[in-house]
């Protein structure tokens, strides 16, 4: 009895400690503060840690400091899918921002040539200091306000000293929309007496959570291939800045305590400097000494790595900076029981203000040595780019030059120089055409950030990876690419490419399927009403060859007329950015165009399951293809309604990666019912193993037992993890006759793997159109005892089922969002799938 009387007043205490949290517990003390400088009580109403921030009050807090502090200067650049300001505050001392252009514009010319003139002891550092890219993990924002006040606020010598000698780029919140999504959810379940018991549903939002962005993107995974407005914008302010520290505060798990980088050793990225680790180090230093100062558990060089440069933390790493990575065990709500007694938010609140002075402290310490390391990052990388002489790479496609287009803007928008060809040439039997490749020299400032995006790397010093082993760009967006001495003509502005039609016919138009925008063309001819066919077998007219997949509009007995159907191509081509060419005539060498093997095509009304036991990342990255990309649209079903969803209004349904048995026996029933009159199904990763075990799809899985030889128990996470395709790239060989492989122009394909699913090929050799080759790995890890199931195996299937169709892809053919390269097999599962 007197032990659950210890309990309740130990609870009490800190439920009331929670309620009575004042804003000295996170400011240093013995520092006076000016009286004119708003608290950001006084502004949002309730004190830092007291309640979740929502982003409108941290976005009003932030503008009313810029406006009492002249240290401060903020701006929005730009907003998100749900149309929120990504805000950017420069802080530091008022004579700085009195001359913040030229501060910048010299630090920008320690990474250039002649840079030897800049004396380091007489400039400042720059900081970019970055909170809750996962809405989720909302210390790290919250924590923006205590730590954004004491920088408007803080007076004496010690903060003078910081802000002379700083230019701090403060990012409050860079998930706008997963902050607001969860900071709703958290206040929403809050109660007055605080309740720390983990099963309260405080601490367990619902689907899709608040982690994610607006299309439910991992906005951490971004950094490189900047696809989403919020990515665009700070690295944006990124290169325009060139900081030397950039710090990324996330949480982890509720019975974790707090990491700093570095990481694991074994796991950096060969590209990355040994100097950059070791600064990283003696940064760490100074996080250590400030978390003992109040007592706070923490750990390092565990866990984490820095090997994907797509992260926030390990971006800067090949770009001259130094990445720090931030993890707080998180309380989720307000109040949580933990492994390490009660959590309490403002407590993890603390711990991530603490770290926010610690690197600044670093920082000023630090400064001529960091400063430094950036001079000298670009020195090294100018004489590496030197050795390579005249060697660039090219890269583009013959047959698409939307694709070509969308890396070209991804590097352009890293600063690296691209050069158009001065005509058409073949390299290796690859035809690269003027308009549709890009030429990037090795020689340029940029030239480590290049090979990064280029790196093809098979062999590791670690088996484990936190994030994926491979990204190499060119194979991402199925490119034709290699190294080359060819030397073009330098581009300043790139634009995309014009769509077009040739002229009004009376007969018939034809467009090729190789653009990456033709589904957004033929979903807008066919939601017109508008009658087409696709022709499965190529053919030659007019003095044109046309492919597999060629989509062919007759001008007669169409609901518009004849001008008015011209007109309406036009602008079809011109928004999609394709070539639509009139013919006078069907009659072809090859299928004529009245010939049967061209298949009437029908408006698809497309439907994506979503909700609990969906992987919200894959469903998400599905709408944003349909939404964003091809501007289709897409009806979300949740799973909790499934039972009452009317099923027969849809052409084709999309399951995406699923846990467990999301899906109840009355809704399996009612798919496949749907499916046998008429319906395409649609499966994607583990979800192929649902289609097999409900009996939707009959394949055999390619399976072998791992058995520990010799293993330790210390060693038992690493064997286990060793086994893990967490993302590689490997290559298939593809029948560029099948429906699902129409606008493919190569007879390989690149494909990203990150799944351990191995379909044994179909007895039928025309029923296997994707299978991997018997040396498939292109790029990144795979065990070799995964490689040896991965060889021939398929990574697609189809069957009938009644009058309908049942798809399964092993694997995610829209991985987030820049894997351009396999969106169109999605959306030939779409259109395609009645002659597959």
């Known amino acids: 009895m007197k032990k659950i ?6 609870f009490t205490q800190f439920i009331s400690g929670q309620n009575d949290i004042t804003l000295d517990y ?39 400091l810029a406006e009492a502090s002249p240290r401060i200067s903020i701006e929005n650049r730009g907003t998100t899918y749900e149309g929120r300001p990504i805000l950017l505050l420069t802080v530091t001392s008022e004579k700085n921002q009195a001359n913040i252009e030229q501060i910048r514009q010299d630090h920008i010319r320690l990474t250039e040539n002649n840079s030897n003139a800049l004396n380091t002891d007489n400039m400042p550092i720059v900081v970019y200091q970055g909170f809750s890219i996962h809405g989720n993990e909302p210390s790290g924002s919250n924590a923006a306000l205590a730590a954004a006040y004491y920088l408007a606020a803080a007076e004496g010598n010690e903060i003078d000293n910081l802000l002379n000698n700083t230019i701090i780029l403060f990012d409050p919140s860079f998930n706008p929309d997963g902050l607001q999504r969860f900071a709703y959810w958290a206040n ?6 605080l309740n720390p018991d983990p099963n309260d549903r405080e601490y367990d939002e619902v689907w899709p959570g608040g982690r994610t962005n607006h299309y439910w993107f991992d906005l951490n995974r971004d950094w490189l291939p900047i696809q989403l407005p919020e990515s665009q914008a700070r690295i944006e302010s990124f290169h325009h800045w060139m900081p030397n520290i950039l710090t990324d505060h996330h949480e982890m798990g509720t019975n974790s305590t707090f990491f700093f980088q570095p990481g694991e050793p074994s796991r950096v990225n060969p590209l990355t400097p040994k100097m950059n680790q070791q600064l990283t180090k003696e940064i760490a230093k100074y996080h250590a000494k400030a978390l003992d100062k109040i007592g706070s558990l923490y750990y390092s060089e565990e866990d984490y790595d820095d090997f994907y440069y797509g992260k926030g933390s390990t971006f800067p790493d090949i770009n001259g900076s130094i990445g720090i990575l931030f993890e707080q065990g998180s309380s989720r709500g307000h ?3 933990s492994e390490n007694g009660i959590l309490t938010f403002p407590f993890t609140i603390r711990n991530q203000f603490t770290t926010v002075l610690s690197t600044l402290e670093a920082a000023k310490n630090l400064r ?39 890396l070209a803007k991804i590097m352009k928008s890293h600063l690296i120089d691209l050069y158009e060809p001065t005509g058409d040439i073949t390299i290796n039997g690859k035809d690269y055409k003027k308009e549709n490749s890009y030429i990037v020299p090795k020689n340029q400032k940029n030239h480590r950030l290049i090979e ?19 990204w190499t760009f060119p194979y991402a967006f199925n490119l034709d690419f290699t190294e080359t001495t060819t030397t073009g003509n330098k581009i300043d502005h790139l634009s995309i490419k014009k769509g077009s039609i040739n002229k009004e016919s009376s007969y018939a138009y034809l467009f090729e399927w190789h653009e990456y925008y033709t589904p957004k063309a033929l979903n807008m001819i066919l939601s017109k009403g508008i009658r087409a066919k696709v022709g499965k077998t190529p053919f030659f007219v007019e003095g044109k060859d046309y492919d597999y997949g060629t989509i062919m509009i007759p001008v007669q007995n169409q609901k518009l007329n004849k001008t008015a159907l ?27 165009l009245g010939s049967n093997d061209f298949e009437a095509l029908k408006n698809q009304k497309v439907a994506l399951i979503v909700g609990n036991g969906i992987t919200s990342y894959d469903a998400g990255e599905i709408w944003h293809l349909f939404d964003q990309q091809y501007n289709m649209q897409i009806s979300k079903l949740d799973t909790d309604n499934l039972n009452r969803t009317d099923l027969d209004r849809y052409t084709a349904i999309i399951l995406p990666n699923m846990r467990g048995n999301a899906l109840s026996s009355s809704i399996i029933n009612n798919l496949k019912e749907w499916v046998r009159n008429g319906g395409t199904l649609i499966g994607f990763r583990n979800t192929v193993n649902w289609l097999k075990n409900n009996d939707l799809l009959k394949i055999n899985l390619k399976e072998k037992e791992m058995t520990a030889r010799n293993i330790s128990f210390e060693q038992k996470e690493s064997f286990s993890g060793a086994q893990v395709t967490g993302g590689a790239i490997f290559e298939a060989r593809i029948d560029r006759s099948h429906p699902i492989n129409f606008g493919y122009k190569n007879k390989t394909l690149p494909m990203f793997r990150n799944t351990n699913i191995y379909i044994e090929p179909n007895e039928q050799s025309y029923n296997n159109p994707i299978q991997y080759t018997p040396k498939p790995l292109l790029s990144g890890y795979i065990s070799e005892e995964n490689l040896e199931l991965l060889k021939g195996s398929v990574p697609f299937q189809v069957q009938r089922l009644g009058r309908g169709r049942v798809i399964g892809f092993t694997d995610n053919t829209n991985f987030r969002a820049f894997w351009y390269g396999t969106n169109k097999l999605l959306m030939n599962a779409v259109f395609f799938s009645k002659i597959m």
């Open 5 to 10: 009387t210890f309990l309740v007043i130990v």
């Open 452 to 470: 990064a995006m280029f790196d093809i790397r098979t062999k590791f010093e670690d088996s484990l990876f936190y994030d994926i082993s491979a």
């Open 368 to 406: 001529v040595d960091i400063l430094n390391y950036q001079r000298d990052f670009y020195t090294n990388a100018r004489s590496e780019a030197s050795k390579t002489k005249n060697k660039a790479y090219i890269f583009g496609d013959e047959k698409d030059a939307t694709k070509a287009y969308q």
């Open 26 to 64: 996170y400011l240093p003390q013995n520092v006076s503060y000016n009286a004119n400088i708003p608290t950001p009580k006084e502004i949002i109403g309730h004190e830092v840690g007291e309640w979740h921030v929502t982003h409108d009050k941290l976005v009003t807090y932030m503008k009313k």
């Open 188 to 193: 929403s379940n809050r109660s007055h007496v």
């Open 566 to 592: 011209y007109n309406f191509l036009k602008k079809t081509a011109d928004v999609s950015h394709i070539d639509i060419t009139a013919v006078s005539t069907g009659l072809t060498t090859g299928i004529d």
């Open 335 to 337: 109040l949580q029981e």
